[in-house]
């Protein structure tokens, strides 16, 4: 069960931000309590109809740590099983311990470096299209399914910030 502070920390400070920095920051907060250290990433899914169809293009639009991965960031992904989880079946993607992340990212060493050892992926919808993800590293091994589920939910929260600045942008 998720703490009622938490809960009504969230219910009153979202509907009062004006931004999807704000925003964030608050999911971010409650996500500390929650979860503990790590990091939290918002990626867009940048790909356009002309780029190649077996790569996929993320742009960062959030970072709770901005210096070690900044805002605007851009990352060209090949089809991997994945991006083809992610990105195209719109799946979440839970990955545990080094080999795992290693696997996965080109940046496993940064990651490592930072002490993060397990991620969850939750793909941001619109139209049932994964549009944007939602990204929690951690500094645990592996993530208990109430963990996930708490990702999950957060990433819920963050959907409709996400989706109305991507709609700003024009993308």
Known sequence: ???????????????RAVTLDAALWHIEAARQ????????????????PDDPPDEVQLQRLWSSDP?????????????????????????????EGEAALAE?????????ALGLRAV????LLEDGRCVATFNVLGTRPYWEPREVAVVRLLALLATLWVLQTRREAGS
């Open 1 to 15: 069960m998720l703490p009622v502070a938490v809960c009504e920390r969230l219910c009153d400070a979202l509907p």
């Open 33 to 48: 309590e929650l979860l503990g250290p790590g990091l939290l990433t918002v990626n867009l899914n940048a790909t356009a």
């Open 104 to 112: 996965v990212f080109d940046d496993h060493a940064l990651i490592a």
């Open 67 to 95: 210096q070690a991965y900044p805002v605007a960031g851009r990352k060209r992904k090949t089809l991997t099983p994945w991006t083809r989880q992610l990105l195209l079946r719109a799946e979440v993607f839970v990955g």
């Open 120 to 123: 969850v992926n939750v793909p």
